[in-house]
């Protein structure tokens, strides 16, 4: 588990980004603008931050400089930004950033870059030499990745649904009044009331890890985080339910 603060001025993946580092077992701390990220690095004492470079205020770039011209730069930091060239990338790195992510972000890049951060964070502390140029990641992926960065991160279109086990007897302990009802019911609510009881079944099953369950349910996490909120299951009760 380690502290890590997420600065961006969209509240959107300042939301989505706590959400998934969180589900991860990190704590999560947000700052919408430089002002609040110089409070929050001061207050929490990050292990990583996650700096977008456009900003309101002053820009992530201006920032980084700030802090590493006043000797706070004692955490590796991730830019992020849509928007920026590979110019503003290699000045980046060359002040100190460990990583730089182009917007959008695929979920997968997004972890890999924070557990490579991590690990570098708990690596003897840096001498300070510019650390080497890294190349951006690079934006363009299969469009089967889900992406993070516009509309919330969440695909403008939904993916088809998973083709669903036949119902077991555990599934159907779990949630008796829905498929007592269930041939009553439209088939609209009846088909949510299928999804909910199958993911509150998987959840418990799982002690609330949203990588096992999106493992077990064929589903990619990002997809997974919006069934689960269009079907009102909250992952930490209906683990619990399991237990």
């Known amino acids: 588990m380690a502290?890590?603060?997420?600065?961006?001025?969209?509240?959107g993946i300042r939301e989505l980004l706590s959400e998934i580092l969180g589900d991860e077992g990190h704590v999560v701390?947000?700052?919408e603008n430089a002002h609040q990220a110089r409070a929050e690095r001061a207050a929490a004492k990050p292990d990583l931050v996650l700096l977008d470079i456009w900003m309101?205020?002053?820009d992530g770039v201006t920032l980084l400089k700030e802090w590493q011209r006043d000797g706070l730069l004692t955490m590796p930091v991730i830019m992020m930004s849509g928007h920026a060239t590979i110019d503003t990338a290699v000045e980046a790195t060359r002040i100190g950033a460990l990583n730089f992510l182009e917007k959008p972000i695929s979920l997968q890049k997004?972890?890999?870059a924070v557990q490579q951060g991590l690990t570098r964070g708990q690596e003897p502390a840096r001498v300070s030499t510019a650390p080497p140029v890294r190349a951006p990641i690079a934006q363009h992926e299969s469009h089967s990745v889900r992406h993070i960065g516009t509309d919330n991160g969440l695909p403008q279109t939904t993916p088809p649904l998973p083709v669903y086990p036949p119902v077991s007897a555990p599934a159907t302990t779990t949630e008796?009044?829905?498929f007592t009802a269930s041939f009553e019911l439209p088939l609209r609510e009846a088909r949510d009331a299928f999804e909910r009881a199958y993911f509150e079944h998987h959840l418990g099953r799982e002690g609330g890890s949203m990588t096992r369950v999106a493992e077990k349910t064929g589903l990619e996490?990002?997809?997974l985080y919006r069934k689960l909120k269009q079907l009102?299951?909250?992952p930490g009760k209906a683990s619990k339910r399991g237990t």
């Open 232 to 234: 009102g299951v909250e």
């Open 56 to 58: 309101p205020d002053t």
């Open 3 to 11: 502290n890590i603060l997420v600065v961006d001025d969209e509240m």
């Open 110 to 112: 997004l972890l890999k």
């Open 221 to 223: 996490r990002t997809h």
């Open 176 to 178: 008796p009044h829905f």
């Open 29 to 31: 701390t947000t700052a």
